[in-house]
C-alpha cells in the first residue's frame, strides 16, 4: 500500500479546494493511504503532521503563487523541514506538486520552480503532469491542463470568485488526474 501525504498553504480557500482534488485523485488508486496536511495561517505543522510526511512514500506540495511565489507561511513550512534534509529524511520520497492563482500565468511558473528545487533539495523525485494541455481554438475552461503546464498541475481561481464556485471544473478535474498519477508512481515503488 502506498501512503501519499498532499501539504499545502491556502490563503483563500482556493488551493485547499485543490489539494482535496489531487487528494480525491490519489485515493483512487488501489491501495493508496491519503492524508491531506494544511500548513497553518502561521506557516507552522505539528509535530504530528511532520511525522505523516516523514512516513509517506510520496509528498505533493501545493501553494497559491503570492507575488511570483510561495506565501511566507509554506516558506516558514519548508525551512522547518531543514532538519529532515539534514538527515535525508525525505530522500528518494515520490514529489508532486501544485499552485494556484487569480490570474491565468500569475507567474506560477516561478512558484513550481520553486516546489520542484524545495524537492531535489530533499532529494526527491519529481513527478510531472502529463497531460497534453488544452490550447486549441475549441479549448475550454473545463478542459484538462487548460493552463498548459507539464512540471506540475497549475489552477487558477477569478480573484472575485469565492473558493466554492472556483477553480473551475477542468482545472478539479486535471487536480485529480494530477494527484492519480502521483500515486500511481508511488504505488509502483
Request: charged fraction near 20%.
Amino acid at each position: 500500500m502506498a501512503s501519499i501525504a498532499v501539504v499545502y498553504f491556502s490563503g483563500y480557500g482556493h488551493t485547499k479546494k485543490v489539494a482535496e482534488a489531487v487528494a480525491a485523485g490519489a485515493a483512487q488508486v488501489e491501495g493508496a493511504k491519503v492524508d491531506v496536511v494544511a500548513v497553518d495561517a502561521e506557516g507552522n505543522v505539528s509535530d504530528e503532521q511532520f511525522a505523516t510526511l516523514d512516513a509517506a512514500d510520496a509528498i505533493i506540495f501545493g501553494a497559491p503563487t503570492y507575488m511570483g511565489g510561495v506565501p511566507w507561511q509554506f516558506k516558514k513550512f519548508a525551512d522547518a523541514s531543514s532538519k529532515r534534509w539534514y538527515v535525508r529524511s525525505w530522500a528518494d520520497k515520490i514529489a508532486g506538486g501544485f499552485t494556484n492563482s487569480a490570474s491565468l500565468n500569475g507567474d506560477k511558473a516561478t512558484t513550481m520552480n520553486w516546489l520542484v528545487t524545495f524537492a531535489m533539495q530533499h532529494g526527491m523525485v519529481w513527478v510531472g503532469a502529463n497531460i497534453l494541455p488544452a490550447n486549441s481554438s475549441k479549448a475550454q475552461r473545463d478542459d484538462l491542463n487548460r493552463m498548459g503546464s507539464f512540471t506540475g498541475l497549475f489552477t487558477q481561481a477569478d480573484s472575485d470568485q469565492p473558493a466554492d464556485v472556483v477553480p473551475p471544473k477542468g482545472d478539479l478535474a486535471t487536480a485529480e488526474a494530477y494527484g492519480k498519477r502521483v500515486a500511481g508512481f508511488a504505488g509502483k515503488r
